[in-house]
């Protein structure tokens, strides 16, 4: 049974800084792509970024240049380094696991979820 656990969400005001946590637990996430996606209040759900097994990433324009996506492997966790929030960065944020090799945009295509995190970016 593969299990991701998402933490580090929180408050935090503009312009601030929050790393956000994906655990993995039943799947070697070295070995599958990851990808972080969020859903905020009222909309769809939107992919952030992802990270492919040779460690790869593909960042979504809404987040290039203050959020980045990194793995370590001996402890089988992803994380989501967030910088220079803003308040249309509030959302759940949702880390995913899939087969490789592709790193994917689209949510279904993955096959597992986390429970999500919660981000609020204060004005």
């Known amino acids: 049974q593969v299990q991701l656990v998402e933490s580090g969400g929180g408050l935090v005001q503009a312009g601030g800084s929050l790393r956000l946590s994906c655990a993995a637990s039943?799947?070697?996430?070295?070995?599958?792509?990851t990808a972080w996606f969020r859903q905020a209040p009222g909309k769809g759900r939107e992919y952030v970024v992802g990270i492919n097994w040779t460690g790869s990433t593909n960042i979504a324009e809404s987040v290039k240049g203050r959020f980045t996506i990194s793995r370590d492997n001996t402890k089988n966790t992803v994380y989501l380094q967030m910088n220079s929030l803003k308040p249309e960065d509030t959302a759940v944020y949702y880390c995913a696991t899939k087969q490789r090799p592709s790193i994917s945009w689209i949510w279904d295509d993955y096959d597992y979820w986390g429970q999500g995190t919660q981000v609020t970016v204060s004005s």
């Open positions: 039943g799947r070697s996430l070295s070995n599958y792509v």
